[in-house]
C-alpha cells in the first residue's frame, strides 16, 4: 500500500509565496519522476512542473522563474516552492509520482489534492 500526501496549500496575497509538501509512504521500493499538477474550476489539469530522481527538473512556461521543485530521495519528499503568486495560479494542487513497490510493481500514484488560492 502507497499513499501520496501533499500539504501546504492555503491562502496567500499576490505576490506572495507558499511551499507545497508531497510525502510518499507505504511499501516503496523506489520512485522515479515526480510531479506537481494544478486544475483550476472548470479548467483542464495542468502540469505544473516535473522532477526526475536524478534531479532534472522541467517547468510550465506559466510557472517559469516562480516556482521552484525539489526532492528528497532519502525522505521519500517532494516540494514546489511558489514565489510571485499571481490569481491565475489559483487550483487545486496535486502531486503525482511514479513508484515501485517493494513487490517490483510500478504504479502511478496521485495525491490528494491541496488548495491554493491566491487573492488579488
Known amino acids: 500500500q502507497v499513499q501520496l500526501v501533499e500539504s501546504g496549500g492555503g491562502l496567500v496575497q499576490a505576490g506572495g509565496s507558499l511551499r507545497l509538501s508531497c510525502t510518499a509512504s507505504g511499501s516503496i521500493r523506489s520512485i522515479n519522476a515526480m510531479a506537481w499538477y494544478r486544475q483550476a474550476p472548470g479548467k483542464q489539469r495542468e502540469l505544473v512542473a516535473t522532477?526526475?530522481?536524478?534531479?532534472?527538473?522541467n517547468y510550465a512556461d506559466s510557472v517559469k522563474g516562480r516556482f521552484t521543485i525539489s526532492r528528497d530521495n532519502a525522505k521519500n519528499t517532494m516540494s514546489l516552492q511558489m514565489n510571485s503568486l499571481k490569481p491565475e495560479d489559483t487550483a487545486v494542487y496535486s502531486c503525482n509520482a511514479e513508484i515501485r513497490s517493494t513487490t517490483w510493481a510500478t504504479t502511478n500514484y496521485w495525491g490528494q489534492g491541496t488548495q491554493v488560492t491566491v487573492s488579488s
Open positions: 522532477i526526475t530522481s536524478g534531479g532534472s527538473t
